[in-house]
Structure formats: C-alpha cells, structure tokens
C-alpha cells in the first residue's frame, strides 16, 4: 500500500517537472523565435545601405547621402565620460559600503535607496541632468553633461552589482591577508577587487549597454539629432547613435526606414564589441580567481 502510494507520488512529481520543462522551453523558443524575426528584418532592410560611405558620411536630409559617422563618434565620446565615471564611483561606493562602513540603519537605509535608484525610470535621470549639469553648472548640451547624466543612470546597478560580486568573495581570503600581516587597504586591493571583479564586469557590461541604448535621458537633456561635425572635446555638442536613428525612424520617407535599420546594425555591432572586450576581460580574471 505504501510502496503504491510512494509511486504515485512521484508519477505525479514527475509528471509536473515535465509540464514545467516544457512550459520554459516554450518561454525560451519563445523569445528567441522574437529576437531571430527581429534581426531577420533588421538585416534585411538595412545590409543593403551599410557601406563604407554609410560611415564615413555626416547625417544628410537625403536619404542615399546619410550616415553614420558624427553619431559614431560621438558614442564613443560619451563611453569616454561614462565608463571610467561609473566604474569608479560604482565600485568605490560598493567597496565603502561593503568594507568599511558600520552595519547600522542609517547605512542599511543608504543600501536600500540605491537598490531602489535602480528601477527609477530613466527619464528622472535625464531631468536630474537637464537641471544640474545643462542649467546649474552650465555645461549645455555638451559631452560632458550627457555622460555625467548617463552615468547617474547606470550608477545604481553598477553599486548593487558590485556589492553582490564583493560580497560574495570568501571570508577566509580576507582573514589570511590580514593574517599575513596587511592593512585592509591592501587586503581589498590585492585580494578582494581581484577575486571579485569577474562579478563587478558582469554587472558593468549590462549597465554600460544600457547607457549606450538610452535615449530618453539624452532627448530630455536636448542632445540634437542631426550634427553635421565631430566633437573635439567633452564641452562640445554631439549626438549618438540612438537619437540619429530615432531621428530617421521619424521622417516621412520610406528610404530613411532602411537607413535606420542599418543604423541600427552599427549599433549592434558597436554593442557586440565592447561586451566581447568586457567578456574578455572577465574571463582573465576568471580564470585567475
């Protein structure tokens, strides 16, 4: 009776693991059947307008003339001032509030403001940085300004993912070294950074994606669409590859939705190197950790 019971019970387990494979495999198939359509239409409206002269041109009023460069350019600008502004406030704040501070609720209330920053949607960023960084410090619509609003934007998730990858590091790396007789310092310097920052990159690249595909913040801080010239430095005005192929995306004609489909394959492109480089890197330290 008992043997019965047991064997019915794990026909019906059993019976219900399948269904639930089955149900996330549709999920899954799901998803990726949505990303093949898009790429599929992406590619095939766009491939046959990327050419040398699609990003070696300015952007034009005509069609066959538009390209990609100044928004090329200027992307790799703001990555200039997002990157190293980011990270460097990211980790330092998540080291601060990991290793140094007190457990108490003041700074348990700090730790939860900054998880919460990071669903705040990314229109509040760009006000904040219209106000402070446009008007305030009269910065204009410059590099400058953007990266630093861009930078506000991804900072939160950087911090949480950067305190999650610290977090994790075992505690006995941290007691042998200062076993061995260093300061704190070194310890999170030579052991604690190292060993965490498979963690860090992996939270960095998709925040450093997301600021490269952000456009409300860039629209609300008045970043122009169409720029006939390249930056020469962070107080200079730009434009990026999101709002050139917003910009194309709006006009009536017809041609200027492929040339939008190819300029959105640049950005794909420009997307699939930075993480391959990041991917890169944290593997490295992977395997050395």
């Known amino acids: 009776m008992d043997r019965e019971l047991v064997q019915k019970r794990m026909g019906s387990r059993l019976l219900f693991n399948s269904i639930f494979k089955f149900i996330f495999f549709c999920a899954t198939l799901f998803g990726l059947a949505v990303l093949a359509i ?11 307008w990327l050419d040398a002269d699609f990003l070696q041109n300015f952007a034009s009023r005509r069609p066959e003339e538009a390209g990609v460069k100044a928004a090329l350019v200027g992307s790799l600008w703001l990555m200039a001032v997002v990157a190293p502004v980011s990270l460097i406030l990211g980790v330092g704040t998540a080291v601060y509030l990991e ?5 108490n609720r003041f700074n348990d209330f700090i730790k939860l403001n900054i998880s919460n920053l990071a669903g705040v949607p ?10 402070v960084f446009v ?10 300004a953007a990266g630093l609003t861009m930078s506000l934007l ?25 076993g061995m007789g260093a300061t704190k310092w070194q310890t999170i310097k030579n052991v604690v950074l190292p060993a965490a920052i498979p963690g860090i990159l992996t939270g960095s690249i998709l925040a450093l994606s997301r600021a490269v595909g952000e456009t409300a ?12 010239y390249l930056p020469t430095g962070v107080l200079d005005s730009f434009t990026v590859l999101p709002m050139q192929i917003y910009n194309w995306t709006s006009r009536p004609q017809a041609d200027f939705q ?8 640049v950005l794909l492109a420009f997307l699939i190197l930075m993480n391959s480089i990041a991917v890169f890197i944290r593997n490295k330290f992977q395997k050395r950790y």
């Open 258 to 265: 492929s040339v939008a489909a190819a300029g959105i394959i």
């Open 154 to 178: 991804i900072l939160p998730v950087i911090v949480v993912a950067a305190q999650e990858a610290i977090r994790s590091v075992p505690k006995e790396l941290r007691e042998a070294s200062l």
């Open 217 to 228: 913040p860039l629209v609300v801080v008045g970043i122009p669409t169409f720029i006939a």
């Open 99 to 103: 290793e140094y501070a007190k457990k």
């Open 122 to 131: 990314s229109i509040v960023f760009g006000l904040l940085g219209l106000t």
């Open 135 to 144: 008007r305030q410090l009269a910065l204009g619509r410059s590099v400058l």
């Open 38 to 48: 898009l790429l599929y239409r992406i590619l095939t409206q766009g491939l046959g």
